[in-house]
């Protein structure tokens, strides 16, 4: 279970580099980046820049997540959910294109919270 949960986690961080990748022109074919919010704020590709390095940053702290449940740390639950709001507030930002993170981000955070209770994954004692 440790396993197959990082591996998601992980996958679901790798996704994030998409958000990156795309303002920075390392794509070749990039996904649209007009979706409705962002319209709405006009914002630049100064901006849309700045986003991507919230992308980036997101993939990291997903990884880093994972990498505690692999090691059965502690504070891998915390850092997930970091992780996850701040990709829950991005996916929102680039609907319709970001449907299958928001999906991803809200059956993880249904896992967090069920998880807290019941202790699937817990740090090694």
Do not use: Q
């Not at 319209?39 to 590709?45: D, G, K, P, V």
């Not at 996850?84 to 993880?108: E, I, W």
């Not at 069920?114 to 202790?119: A, I």
Request: charge should be positive; include cysteine; hydrophobic fraction near 60%.
């Amino acid at each position: 279970m440790y396993i197959v949960l990082a591996v998601l986690i992980v996958l679901h961080g790798l996704a994030h580099m998409v958000g990156f990748a795309a303002p920075f022109g390392y794509l070749k074919n990039p996904p649209p980046m007009d979706s409705l919010f962002v319209n709405r704020l006009a914002i630049t590709n100064s901006g849309m820049r700045v986003l991507g390095i919230f992308w980036l940053m997101t993939a990291f702290i997903f990884v880093a997540g994972a990498v505690g449940v692999i090691r059965r740390e502690s504070w891998w639950a915390p850092v997930t959910l970091v992780a996850c709001l701040l990709s829950l507030a991005l996916t929102f930002s680039f609907l319709p294109y970001a449907k299958f993170g928001l999906l991803f981000n809200v059956a993880l955070l249904a896992f967090l919270y069920v998880n807290r209770g019941h202790s699937w994954i817990s740090a090694s004692v």
